[in-house]
C-alpha cells in the first residue's frame, strides 16, 4: 500500500509534528510512505492508495489544510476544532470576508452576525462555539480520531463518512530519572510535582499552584516545576511571587525534547490539567504514562476515557482546588500508591499504544477494515487487541514485562532425582540446581508422541524428564563440539527405567543447527546463552529456524540485575555471578565460562528481535533458601524508585514463534 502522509515535523514546536515522527517509522515498514512536511512544488494524487492528513489547531498545518481541500483524504482530527487555525489564514491575513465566509459555513447565519461583532471589535471570536470543522470534513473521505468525544463530534458537525477511534501511540523511553533530580537539586525523598508544555491559563496553573501551596504548609520541602513557554495572558512569575512561592517553584521555560522528557521522569505527580477542552489527546499525558508517573487530569472530554486505577481525575468547576490539594497530599504522604499508580499506567499503555500498534490500526483501517469503523452515535472501543503485531521495542526500551499466562503445571522433584544414580557428583550438581530445573520442566509446554523436542547443552540431568513427565515422544540433544559429532548417552532412574538420547556436537553461535526447518515443537535453551562469545543472535536465529510456527523457546540464564548482582557492585566487586578466567592448569572446558550475562529486560530484547512473543517472563532463585542479607538492596530500591521485581538469581523466560527474525543485529547488542 502507498501512502502520502501530510503532517509538520521536527523541528516544528507543534506536539503533532513529535506524533508523526513517532508514527512514521513503524507506518513506514508496513506500507510504501511519501511525507510531505510542507507544501509539495508538485502531487499527482492518483499515485496514492490513500492519503492522511494530520490536522492540529495552529497555523503549522496550514499547508495540510490546503491539501485536505484539494484532495480527499482521511483527515486525522487531534481534537474537535480548527478555528484558531482558520483564524490564523483569514484574520491575520487581513481577510475578514474570509472570516466570515468561514463562519456562516460552519455555524450559520447567527455565527455570521457574531463574527461582525468581533471583527468590530466588540467581542472575541467564539473559538470553542464555532469548531470550524464543516468545510475540511465536508471534503474528506475519512476521519480517523484519538478519542470517542473527539469521534462523537464529528459525527455532530455533520460527517458521515468512516470514522476511527484509534489511540495516541506512546513513548517508552529509558530515561536516567535521578540524574535530572540531580540536574534540578532535588534529592529522593524530595515530592516533586510537574505541569509541561504551553503554560496556558486553560491548563488550571492558577488552580494547581494555588493547591500546591496548600501543600507546601504540610510539607515544605515539596517542589514544583513549569516547563514551556509561558503565555502571554498567564503572568506566571508575578503569580508565583503573589502567592509566596519563590523558593518552591521553578519556571524552566522551552525544553528540547530530550530535557523535556527527562523533567518529566524525575517528577514523582504531573499535573495534566486543562479546562475547557475541544477533545485534545495530550502526547505530554502519554508521556507521562509512558514513564510510569503518577498523573492528574481533568476529568472532562478525552481524558475521562482513561481508566480510572492509571490516573486520578479532577471535576472542573467547584471544589477543583480542593481536590487537587487532596490528591497532592496524597500522593506525596504514600509514595508507593504513587508509585503503583505509575506502574499501572505505564503497563496500560504499552497494551494499548504501542506504536507499530497504531500503525496498523491505520493501515487496516485505510485498506477497509471495519473493525476500526465508528457509527455516528455509537461508542466506539478502543480495545488491546493487537491481532498478533509485535510489540514496538527499541534499544533503549523494553515493552510490558506482564505477558499472557501459560497454564501452569506441577513437576515433583522425585522426577528430577530419580536419574541422577549412582552419579555422586551429577546428585550434588542437581541439588544445587533443583529449584531451577523443577522451575525450568515447569514452564515446558507438555508434549506428545509426535512432537519433538531439543534440549541445547544438555547435560542428562532433565533430558529423560522431557520424555516420562513432559510426555514428547521424540527427544534430542546437543553440545559445544565438532560439527558432525554425535555422542549416544543414556541414565538409568531409581526404578530401573533406562533413557537413551543422541547429543549432536556443533557449535550454536557458527555453525547451522543439524536440523530442518520448522522441525521441533519446543526447544530448552537453559544456561547457555551467557557462555557465548561473539554471536547469540545467531542462536537465536537458528532456534526461530528449526522451531515450527507457535512451537516455544524455553531459555534460563543468570541475571546480572539480581539483588545479589547489585549488592556485589556496590560493595565493589564484579556483579557477574562466574565472570572469572579459567586458570591455564584447570582440567575444566573453556566454554564454562560466562562471557556476558543478561538482564531480564535484555532477554526479552532477545526474545522479541528474534521473532519471539514473549508469555512468561520471571526471575527466582538457583535454590528456595532465604536471603535476608539481601533485604538492605531491595530497601535500597524501594527508596530510589527503582522497580523491585525481576531481581532474582536466574531469568526464565518462554516465548512463542510469531515470525521470522526481526533484526539479526539488533543496535542494542552488537556495535
Given at each position: 500500500?502507498?501512502?502520502?502522509?501530510?503532517?509538520?515535523?521536527?523541528?516544528?514546536?507543534?506536539?503533532?509534528?513529535?506524533?508523526?515522527?513517532a508514527?512514521?517509522?513503524?507506518?513506514?515498514?508496513?506500507?510504501?510512505?511519501?511525507?510531505?512536511?510542507?507544501?509539495?512544488?508538485?502531487?499527482?494524487?492518483?499515485?496514492?492508495?490513500?492519503?492522511?492528513?494530520?490536522?492540529?489547531n495552529?497555523?503549522?498545518?496550514?499547508?495540510v489544510?490546503?491539501?485536505?481541500?484539494?484532495?480527499?483524504?482521511?483527515?486525522?482530527?487531534?481534537?474537535?476544532?480548527?478555528?484558531?487555525?482558520?483564524?490564523?489564514?483569514t484574520?491575520?491575513?487581513?481577510?475578514?470576508?474570509?472570516?466570515?465566509?468561514?463562519?456562516?459555513?460552519?455555524?450559520?447565519?447567527?455565527?455570521?452576525?457574531?463574527?461582525?461583532?468581533?471583527?468590530?471589535?466588540?467581542?472575541?471570536?467564539?473559538?470553542?462555539?464555532v469548531?470550524?470543522?464543516?468545510?475540511?470534513?465536508?471534503?474528506?473521505?475519512?476521519?480517523?480520531a484519538?478519542?470517542?468525544?473527539?469521534?462523537?463530534e464529528?459525527?455532530?458537525?455533520?460527517?458521515?463518512g468512516?470514522?476511527?477511534?484509534?489511540?495516541?501511540?506512546?513513548?517508552?523511553?529509558?530515561?536516567?530519572?535521578l540524574g535530572?533530580?540531580?540536574?534540578?537539586?532535588?534529592?529522593?525523598?524530595?515530592?516533586?510535582?510537574?505541569?509541561?508544555?504551553?503554560?496556558?491559563?486553560?491548563?488550571?496553573?492558577?488552580?494547581s499552584?494555588?493547591?500546591?501551596?496548600?501543600?507546601?504548609?504540610?510539607?515544605?520541602?515539596?517542589?514544583?516545576?513549569?516547563?514551556g513557554?509561558?503565555?502571554?495572558?498567564?503572568?506566571?512569575?508575578?503569580?508565583?511571587?503573589?502567592?509566596?512561592?519563590?523558593?518552591?517553584?521553578?519556571?524552566?521555560?522551552?525544553?528540547?525534547?530530550?530535557?523535556?522528557?527527562?523533567?518529566?521522569?524525575?517528577?514523582?505527580i504531573?499535573?495534566?490539567?486543562?479546562?475547557?477542552?475541544?477533545?485534545?489527546?495530550?502526547?505530554?499525558?502519554?508521556?507521562?504514562?509512558?514513564?510510569?508517573?503518577?498523573?492528574?487530569?481533568?476529568?472532562?472530554?478525552?481524558?475521562?476515557?482513561?481508566?480510572?486505577d492509571?490516573?486520578?481525575?479532577?471535576?472542573?468547576?467547584?471544589?477543583?482546588?480542593?481536590?487537587?490539594?487532596?490528591?497532592?497530599?496524597?500522593?506525596?504522604?504514600?509514595?508507593?500508591?504513587?508509585?503503583?499508580?505509575?506502574?499501572?499506567?505505564?503497563?496500560?499503555?504499552?497494551?494499548?499504544?504501542?506504536?507499530d500498534?497504531?500503525?496498523?490500526?491505520?493501515l487496516?483501517?485505510?485498506?477497509?477494515?471495519?473493525?476500526?469503523?465508528?457509527?455516528?452515535?455509537?461508542?466506539?472501543?478502543?480495545t488491546?487487541?493487537r491481532?498478533?503485531?509485535?510489540?514496538?521495542?527499541?534499544?533503549?526500551?523494553?515493552?510490558?514485562?506482564?505477558?499472557?499466562?501459560?497454564?501452569?503445571?506441577?513437576?515433583?522433584?522425585?522426577?528430577?532425582?530419580?536419574?541422577?544414580?549412582?552419579?555422586?557428583?551429577?546428585a550434588?550438581?542437581?541439588?544445587?540446581?533443583?529449584?531451577?530445573?523443577?522451575?525450568?520442566?515447569?514452564?515446558?509446554?507438555?508434549?506428545?508422541?509426535?512432537?519433538?523436542?531439543?534440549?541445547?547443552?544438555a547435560?542428562?540431568?532433565?533430558?529423560?524428564?522431557?520424555?516420562y513427565?513432559?510426555?514428547?515422544?521424540?527427544?534430542?540433544?546437543?553440545?559445544?563440539?565438532t560439527?558432525?559429532?554425535?555422542?549416544?548417552?543414556?541414565?538409568?532412574?531409581?526404578?530401573?527405567?533406562?533413557?537413551?538420547?543422541?547429543?549432536?556436537?556443533?557449535?550454536?553461535?557458527?555453525?547451522?543447527?543439524?536440523?530442518?526447518?520448522?522441525?521441533?515443537?519446543?526447544?530448552?535453551?537453559?544456561?547457555?546463552?551467557?557462555?557465548?562469545?561473539?554471536?547469540?543472535?545467531?542462536?537465536?536465529?537458528?532456534?526461530?529456524?528449526?522451531?515450527?510456527?507457535?512451537?516455544?523457546?524455553?531459555?534460563?540464564?543468570?541475571?546480572?540485575?539480581?539483588?545479589?548482582?547489585?549488592?556485589?557492585?556496590?560493595?565493589?566487586?564484579?556483579?557477574?555471578?562466574?565472570?572469572a578466567?579459567?586458570?591455564?592448569?584447570?582440567?575444566?572446558?573453556?566454554?564454562?565460562?560466562?562471557?556476558?550475562?543478561?538482564?531480564?529486560?535484555?532477554?526479552?530484547?532477545?526474545?522479541?528481535?528474534?521473532?519471539?512473543?514473549?508469555?512468561?517472563?520471571?526471575?527466582?532463585?538457583?535454590k528456595?533458601?532465604?536471603?535476608?542479607?539481601l533485604?538492605?538492596?531491595?530497601?535500597?530500591?524501594?527508596?530510589?524508585?527503582?522497580?523491585?521485581?525481576?531481581?532474582?538469581?536466574?531469568?526464565?523466560?518462554?516465548?512463542?514463534?510469531?515470525?521470522?527474525?526481526?533484526?539479526?543485529?539488533?543496535?542494542?547488542?552488537?556495535?
Open positions: 500500500m502507498r501512502l502520502a502522509f501530510f503532517s509538520p515535523l521536527p523541528p516544528s514546536k507543534s506536539g503533532i509534528a513529535d506524533y508523526s515522527a508514527l512514521l517509522g513503524p507506518l513506514a515498514k508496513q506500507a510504501q510512505v511519501d511525507v510531505f512536511r510542507e507544501a509539495p512544488s508538485a502531487f499527482d494524487p492518483s499515485q496514492y492508495d490513500a492519503i492522511v492528513y494530520q490536522l492540529g495552529n497555523p503549522d498545518h496550514s499547508f489544510y490546503d491539501y485536505a481541500l484539494k484532495h480527499p483524504g482521511t483527515v486525522v482530527m487531534h481534537e474537535a476544532n480548527l478555528h484558531h487555525l482558520i483564524a490564523d489564514r484574520i491575520r491575513a487581513g481577510n475578514w470576508d474570509g472570516y466570515l465566509n468561514e463562519l456562516a459555513f460552519d455555524g450559520g447565519e447567527r455565527a455570521r452576525r457574531f463574527g461582525e461583532r468581533v471583527r468590530k471589535l466588540e467581542v472575541g471570536p467564539d473559538y470553542e462555539g469548531p470550524m470543522l464543516r468545510r475540511v470534513l465536508a471534503a474528506s473521505t475519512g476521519a480517523i484519538h478519542s470517542r468525544f473527539v469521534a462523537r464529528l459525527a455532530a458537525q455533520g460527517f458521515t468512516r470514522t476511527a477511534v484509534i489511540p495516541h501511540g506512546v513513548w517508552l523511553p529509558e530515561i536516567d530519572r535530572y533530580r540531580h540536574k534540578l537539586g532535588v534529592d529522593v525523598k524530595t515530592p516533586l510535582i510537574g505541569t509541561f508544555g504551553h503554560l496556558k491559563p486553560y491548563k488550571r496553573i492558577a488552580e499552584l494555588r493547591a500546591f501551596r496548600r501543600l507546601v504548609q504540610l510539607i515544605p520541602e515539596a517542589k514544583f516545576i513549569l516547563v513557554e509561558p503565555h502571554p495572558e498567564l503572568r506566571l512569575d508575578d503569580l508565583v511571587v503573589r502567592l509566596g512561592l519563590e523558593a518552591h517553584v521553578r519556571h524552566i521555560g522551552y525544553a528540547p525534547i530530550d530535557d523535556f522528557t527527562g523533567y518529566l521522569a524525575a517528577c514523582d504531573v499535573l495534566n490539567l486543562r479546562y475547557p477542552t475541544v477533545g485534545e489527546t495530550s502526547g505530554t499525558l502519554h508521556r507521562s504514562l509512558g514513564l510510569g508517573r503518577a498523573v492528574m487530569v481533568s476529568d472532562v472530554g478525552a481524558f475521562s476515557e482513561y481508566p480510572d492509571i490516573c486520578l481525575k479532577v471535576p472542573v468547576g467547584a471544589g477543583e482546588e480542593d481536590l487537587i490539594f487532596e490528591y497532592l497530599n496524597l500522593l506525596c504522604s504514600q509514595p508507593t500508591l504513587a508509585r503503583g499508580m505509575g506502574e499501572r499506567a505505564r503497563a496500560w499503555v504499552e497494551r494499548e499504544c504501542p506504536w500498534v497504531v500503525a496498523g490500526r491505520y487496516g483501517f485505510l485498506q477497509g477494515d471495519a473493525r476500526d469503523e465508528f457509527v455516528a452515535g455509537a461508542a466506539p472501543t478502543v488491546g487487541d491481532g498478533g503485531t509485535e510489540v514496538p521495542l527499541q534499544a533503549e526500551a523494553c515493552a510490558t514485562m506482564a505477558p499472557e499466562p501459560t497454564e501452569p503445571i506441577t513437576v515433583p522433584v522425585s522426577a528430577i532425582t530419580t536419574w541422577t544414580n549412582p552419579q555422586p557428583e551429577v550434588a550438581y542437581v541439588d544445587t540446581h533443583l529449584t531451577r530445573f523443577q522451575r525450568t520442566l515447569e514452564l515446558t509446554p507438555p508434549g506428545g508422541p509426535d512432537d519433538h523436542v531439543l534440549e541445547m547443552g547435560y542428562m540431568m532433565i533430558t529423560a524428564a522431557l520424555k513427565q513432559l510426555g514428547y515422544g521424540h527427544v534430542r540433544g546437543c553440545y559445544y563440539g560439527p558432525g559429532h554425535v555422542d549416544v548417552k543414556t541414565v538409568e532412574s531409581d526404578d530401573g527405567r533406562s533413557f537413551t538420547c543422541e547429543i549432536d556436537h556443533f557449535d550454536a553461535e557458527k555453525h547451522v543447527f543439524p536440523y530442518p526447518d520448522g522441525h521441533f515443537s519446543t526447544v530448552l535453551c537453559c544456561e547457555l546463552i551467557e557462555h557465548l562469545p561473539s554471536d547469540p543472535m545467531h542462536t537465536m536465529a537458528e532456534i526461530n529456524r528449526v522451531l515450527k510456527p507457535g512451537g516455544h523457546l524455553i531459555l534460563t540464564t543468570p541475571n546480572i540485575a539480581s539483588l545479589r548482582s547489585i549488592a556485589a557492585m556496590l560493595n565493589g566487586y564484579h556483579p557477574a555471578l562466574f565472570p578466567y579459567l586458570h591455564p592448569a584447570a582440567t575444566e572446558k573453556g566454554e564454562a565460562r560466562h562471557h556476558r550475562e543478561y538482564t531480564a529486560k535484555e532477554v526479552y530484547l532477545l526474545f522479541h528481535y528474534a521473532g519471539f512473543d514473549i508469555t512468561t517472563i520471571d526471575s527466582g532463585p538457583f528456595e533458601q532465604p536471603r535476608p542479607e533485604a538492605w538492596v531491595t530497601h535500597l530500591l524501594e527508596q530510589y524508585g527503582f522497580p523491585q521485581d525481576l531481581r532474582g538469581e536466574g531469568v526464565y523466560c518462554v516465548g512463542k514463534k510469531a515470525g521470522p527474525v526481526r533484526d539479526r543485529y539488533p543496535g542494542w547488542l552488537y556495535s
